[in-house]
């Protein structure tokens, strides 16, 4: 099949108009905003004026740009999805076609030429610098990566009005809701301009600091990054390696103690009946993928630590043999899980018993098998830079793994 490829030349025109947008807010969200608390001081109402058209603006970016237009990890109603239109042009992050087109383009060519926010070209430019740049793309073949969303006449009619969108939703909307308490300058500075200038930064620090600190847990293929830190800042957008690896995952952040208010806001929809069809991954590719990175970081070692050929053959037979019975374990762990789950209401007192223990027993199978992994990886990750003796310790610990592990 014949894909667009979409050059971004070199030297781009500078576009003065997103230059001076990207420019001029922060200094009145600073600056202006200083000055108005200085002279007239702060209500309450101003407050809450940019905290909740800041979690609007983001939930729209994060939930509805981002994880259901672009990549489509979950269906919603309508009004769900006028929602994210709405305030999502108020993000004034360009219109969801452009966005999402730019976002996909940057999964299928991350860290290449043609990804927008290519991050090998420094991490300003990945944050903003690449919107200070015109778009030199062939506009008519650029948008080839979004047909479905061209199809959809709620998307066209927010590319077509934009503009007003971001004039009336960005700037108008908070200088009404300032109006309310007599004070109209209040409202547009705190939910116009401070909070247009936080929805940014947040925004564009999942395209240079998400791409630039933090593990990577899921793959190694990328320079996408998970961070714990990041992922409060971005309503959960900050579980990068996890979302690039799995990008049709409606969670970012897989674990319940992982921040991902995202996450949490779609489940919240899916209670109420606003949104179904969530994507989950199945949690065995997880665990293979977790394995994957394991096992290409223990031969990252050996090379280092300068490995023969014989040994190294050895060290692969022993990974391949651990991943291959914790992935077991886990498969048959999952599958019983499921089935307790499932016809748990069925069942008599008696076979409820037997399948408590049968549950356990799997569970302990599974974590036992864990353990063993782990234990092999912390002994692979204890070598030290190449020398002779290192290449000792690790004949050494292949003998001990074979009496101990399998
Ligand atoms: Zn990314
Ligand atoms: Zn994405």
Same mark, same amino acid.
């Given at each position: 099949?014949?894909?667009?490829?979409?050059?971004?030349?070199?030297?781009?025109?500078?576009?003065?108009?997103?230059?001076?947008?990207?420019?001029?807010?922060?200094?009145?969200?600073?600056?202006?905003?200083?000055?108005?608390?200085?002279?007239?001081?702060?209500?309450?109402?101003?407050?809450?004026?940019?905290?909740?058209?800041?979690?609007?603006?983001?939930?729209?970016?994060?939930?509805?740009?981002?994880?259901?237009?672009?990549?489509?990890?979950?269906?919603?109603?309508?009004?769900?999805?006028?929602?994210?239109?709405?305030?999502?042009?108020?993000?004034?992050?360009?219109?969801?076609?452009?966005?999402?087109?730019?976002?996909?383009?940057?999964?299928?060519?991350?860290?290449?030429?043609?990804?927008?926010?290519?991050?090998?070209?420094?991490?300003?430019?990945?944050?903003?610098?690449?919107?200070?740049?015109?778009?030199?793309?062939?506009?008519?073949?650029?948008?080839?990566?979004?047909?479905?969303?061209?199809?959809?006449?709620?998307?066209?009619?927010?590319?077509?009005?934009?503009?007003?969108?971001?004039?009336?939703?960005?700037?108008?909307?908070?200088?009404?809701?300032?109006?309310?308490?007599?004070?109209?300058?209040?409202?547009?500075?705190?939910?116009?301009?401070?909070?247009?200038?936080?929805?940014?930064?947040?925004?564009?620090?999942?395209?240079?600091?998400?791409?630039?600190?933090?593990?990577?847990?899921?793959?190694?293929?990328?320079?996408?990054?998970?961070?714990?830190?990041?992922?409060?800042?971005?309503?959960?957008?900050?579980?990068?390696?996890?979302?690039?690896?799995?990008?049709?995952?409606?969670?970012?952040?897989?674990?319940?103690?992982?921040?991902?208010?995202?996450?949490?806001?779609?489940?919240?929809?899916?209670?109420?009946?606003?949104?179904?069809?969530?994507?989950?991954?199945?949690?065995?590719?997880?665990?293979?993928? #977790?394995?994957?990175? =394991?096992?290409? +970081?223990? &031969?990252? $070692? !050996?090379?280092?630590?300068? %490995?023969? @050929? *014989?040994?190294?053959?050895?060290?692969?037979?022993?990974?391949?043999?651990?991943?291959?019975?914790?992935?077991?374990?886990?498969?048959?762990?999952?599958?019983?899980?499921?089935?307790?789950?499932?016809?748990?209401?069925?069942?008599?007192?008696?076979? #409820?018993?037997?399948? =408590?223990?049968? +549950?356990? &027993?799997? $569970? !302990?199978?599974?974590?036992? %098998?864990? @353990? *063993?992994?782990?234990?092999?990886?912390?002994?692979?990750?204890?070598?030290?830079?190449?020398?002779?003796?290192?290449?000792?310790?690790?004949?050494?610990?292949?003998?001990?793994?074979?009496?101990?592990?399998?």
């Amino acid at each position: 099949m014949d894909f667009y490829t979409p050059t971004q030349s070199e030297r781009r025109p500078i576009d003065w108009v997103n230059a001076a947008f990207l420019i001029v807010t922060p200094l009145v969200a600073v600056l202006g905003t200083a000055w108005y608390v200085r002279n007239y001081g702060v209500t309450w109402l101003e407050i809450a004026n940019v905290a909740v058209m800041f979690v609007l603006t983001s939930l729209s970016v994060t939930a509805g740009y981002h994880r259901f237009f672009s990549h489509r990890s979950y269906e919603c109603s309508k009004a769900v999805k006028l929602f994210y239109l709405v305030f999502g042009a108020a993000a004034v992050e360009n219109s969801l076609l452009s966005w999402a087109s730019d976002h996909r383009y940057h999964h299928r060519y991350v860290d290449s030429p043609e990804d927008p926010y290519n991050i090998l070209k420094g991490g300003l430019y990945a944050h903003m610098g690449w919107i200070f740049f015109k778009d030199t793309r062939d506009q008519d073949r650029r948008f080839e990566n979004v047909p479905d969303l061209m199809k959809d006449p709620l998307v066209m009619w927010q590319h077509r009005w934009y503009l007003p969108l971001v004039i009336g939703f960005t700037f108008l909307l908070p200088t009404l809701i300032g109006l309310m308490g007599g004070r109209p300058v209040g409202g547009l500075l705190w939910g116009g301009f401070l909070r247009v200038v936080l929805v940014h930064h947040t925004t564009f620090f999942i395209n240079s600091l998400a791409h630039l600190y933090g593990e990577k847990p899921y793959s190694l293929k990328d320079t996408a990054r998970d961070s714990w830190w990041l992922a409060p800042l971005t309503f959960g957008e900050g579980y990068h390696n996890f979302h690039h690896k799995f990008q049709a995952d409606y969670r970012n952040g897989l674990r319940w103690w992982q921040f991902d208010a995202t996450k949490w806001w779609i489940n919240l929809l899916n209670w109420t009946g606003q949104a179904w069809r969530l994507k989950r991954t199945p949690e065995t590719l997880i665990l293979k993928a #977790r394995l994957e990175v =394991d096992k290409e +970081l223990v &031969a990252l $070692r !050996a090379r280092q630590a300068n %490995a023969s @050929e *014989r040994l190294w053959a050895r060290i692969q037979a022993r990974l391949d043999a651990g991943s291959v019975r914790l992935q077991e374990a886990h498969a048959s762990y999952v599958l019983a899980r499921a089935e307790y789950r499932h016809r748990y209401d069925d069942w008599t007192q008696e076979m #409820r018993r037997q399948w =408590d223990e049968k +549950l356990d &027993a799997q $569970r !302990a199978d599974y974590t036992a %098998a864990l @353990e *063993r992994w782990q234990e092999m990886m912390s002994a692979m990750n204890r070598l030290s830079q190449p020398s002779a003796q290192s290449l000792l310790t690790l004949t050494a610990l292949m003998d001990v793994l074979k009496h101990r592990l399998f």
